[in-house]
């Protein structure tokens, strides 16, 4: 039964490296409203900073003016409000910013997640896990802090910028020309600056994603740098990757110190001249300056400075944001994605398999893995598929599975054309058993019933029977019983039984086993190999074996060789032959 789905469009849609700042303020568009009133309410609670100068300034000319004290009570209390707002509005600003903020956080990581879900295998293969778990949290974190940093501090900045400017204008506007050379010569630093700080960001993150790459790497071979004594060959190994952090950051961080210091050297000098330059106006007495109005000049000159330098050390904290905008996009900017959108929707299988002349070279395959195959495969058969190394078994099962599209001719599943099927609707009626099964930390429960936790204990129960694994999931305690991170408490027999247990749970109509029982002792093996026979029973199902011994009861065995098929048969036919799979045989 055939139906049609569309998928609705979602960041990964839009997303554009290419130009981060614009992606950056779409990944924020739907938080507009909410950005808009922490702005609003920034701008209340932070009016202190630049208010006060002006109160300041009016306490002293009252007293150097000896004005009546009922001047001086009524700013004591306009001061005391002015301050109290505070409190109140930073609680409502802070909720209204970690909102926008959190809510941009998960949709990048949601994003990011269901993008590599939607990646082909082939993608997989050629990234490490470390570099994509680093773009999954640390590029992420990045662009929220990043961001909450930029918004933060660039509230304050102009805000105090803009309320000093205003004042200044009204009040003294004869020192307005002073204070807006601050702004070109921050422009004119920044515009130095940026392209500096945008490379070496950029072969910063270089360095740190290879450094996540080789700690990944280091983890998952722990086992076998051990039991070779090579612990100082890795650690070599890390250390080298390690220095090159430290020297990419080293230099990251001195160019953003030499940047600051120029920042504030430059301003500091603005600042003094100011100061100087408003005590001899008061004391010459040009532009009718009070001491009040010396000491508001200067205040705001201190402020003016201050928000200038703040705005250029943001360049950095920018810079790197916009650079994990750009990383990102290596994943959600990726056009090598399984497309299945507005494809065939698969409801219900048969299992008739048919290769039609399927053909597959890798990008970089200097020959093709498989060439002109053509197999028909009747529902419920069992079909062995046995070769060399590099004949192309493994090629064949990825095409099966749907990880691989044929480069040229086609497969047919149920008499439909595969490159017209929604895969992942398919592949909710196969189940794959590999040579090393893959569990996750959790319980047996979790592990065999993944993807279905809405099924019932007795048929879970019976799952686990079937596939010869209750004797020791009782003994260990049951289906609430914890394996242990990838199944750690289990031999390599026991988490192949339980892989198969969750095969038989799905009830698939198309099964694929891979060097299902290649790993094991003899005592496992027939255990696995009598859960496998009531696993195959009434299923279309593909095997890849080295060992002939395991595919003797198939119904037929495809013997292949440099990605053909050069011999078809039952293993009793292929003997009598005395072909290729007789050879097999002797060896």
């Known amino acids: 039964m055939i139906t049609m789905t569309r998928t609705p469009l979602d960041l990964e849609d839009w997303y554009d490296p290419t130009h981060p700042v614009r ?51 009524f700013i004591a209390a306009f001061m005391a409000v002015l301050i109290l707002q505070n409190l109140p509005l930073t609680s409502l600003y802070a909720h209204l910013l970690s909102h926008s903020v959190r809510t941009v956080e998960t949709n990048l990581r949601m994003s990011l997640a269901r993008r590599l879900q939607e990646l082909s295998i082939g993608y997989h293969r050629r990234m490490s896990a470390g570099v994509l778990q680093a773009k999954i949290v640390r590029d992420v974190e990045n662009v929220v802090e990043s961001s909450r940093q930029t918004f933060d501090s660039a509230l304050g900045a102009i805000t105090t910028l803009v309320g000093a400017l205003v004042i200044t204008a009204f ?33 910063f993150r270089v360095q740190i994603e290879a450094m996540s790459a080789r700690v990944s790497e280091m983890t998952h071979l722990i086992p076998i740098t051990r039991a070779h004594a090579l612990e100082s060959r890795e ?19 001195v160019l953003n110190g030499r940047f600051g210091a120029l920042a504030w050297v430059t301003f500091q000098l603005l600042s003094a001249a100011c100061l100087v330059g408003a005590a001899w106006a008061a004391y010459t007495g040009r532009f009718d300056l009070t001491p009040g109005d010396v000491v508001m000049l200067s205040s705001y000159f201190v402020q003016l400075t201050g928000s200038v330098t703040v705005l ?74 046995v070769g060399p190394s590099g004949s192309g078994k493994s090629t064949v099962l990825n095409l099966i599975i749907g990880f691989l599209r044929p480069t040229s001719g086609r497969i047919v599943l149920d008499g439909v054309d595969m490159a017209e099927l929604d895969l992942r609707s398919y592949r909710k009626h196969i189940a794959v058993v590999p040579q090393e099964s893959l569990l996750f930390e959790g319980s047996v429960r979790d ?104 595919v003797r009861g198939a119904d037929r065995i495809a013997v292949m060789h440099d990605g053909h098929v050069v011999e078809v048969g039952s293993h009793a036919e292929l003997v009598a032959a005395g072909g290729a799979y007789a050879q097999l045989q002797t060896l």
Request: cysteine-free; aromatic content about 6%; overall charge negative.
């Open 23 to 73: 992606t950056t303020l779409r990944l924020f568009s739907e938080q507009r409203w909410r950005m808009t009133g922490a702005a609003f309410t920034y701008a209340v609670k932070h009016s202190p900073v630049w208010v006060m100068p002006v109160l300041t300034a009016q306490v002293i000319d009252i007293v150097v003016d000896e004005r009546p004290l009922s001047e001086l009570w």
């Open 235 to 253: 650690l070599d190994r890390l250390d080298t990757t390690l220095v090159g952090v430290r020297e990419a950051g080293i230099r990251l961080d």
């Open 312 to 385: 250029m050390t943001l360049a950095p904290i920018v810079t790197k944001g916009l650079e994990s905008i750009r990383s990102m996009g290596d994943v959600l900017a990726e056009q090598d994605l399984e497309r299945n959108a507005g494809k065939s929707q698969v409801s219900d299988v048969r299992g008739d398999v048919r290769f039609e002349n399927v053909g597959f070279r890798y990008d970089d395959g200097a020959a093709p893995a498989i060439g002109a195959l053509t197999l028909d495969v009747r529902a419920g058969e069992t079909v062995a598929l």
């Open 447 to 550: 592990n065999v019933t993944y993807g279905d936790n809405e099924l019932p204990d007795e048929v879970v129960v019976a799952a686990v029977r079937d596939a010869n694994a209750w004797d020791f999931v009782e003994e260990m305690g049951g289906l609430d019983a914890v394996i242990g991170e990838r199944g750690s408490r289990l031999s390599g027999g026991q988490r192949q039984r339980i892989a198969i247990a969750r095969a038989l749970v799905r009830n698939p109509r198309v099964l694929v086993l891979d060097e299902a029982t290649s790993a094991l002792d003899t005592t496992s093996e027939r255990l696995v190999q009598e859960a496998l026979e009531r696993l195959m029973a009434g299923r279309t199902t593909f095997v890849v074996a080295h060992r002939l011994s395991t």
């Open 171 to 203: 009040r003294t506007p004869e020192f307005l020309p002073v204070f807006l050379l601050a702004v070109p010569a921050s422009a004119g630093l920044i515009v130095v600056m940026r392209k500096r700080m945008t490379s070496r960001n950029a072969a």
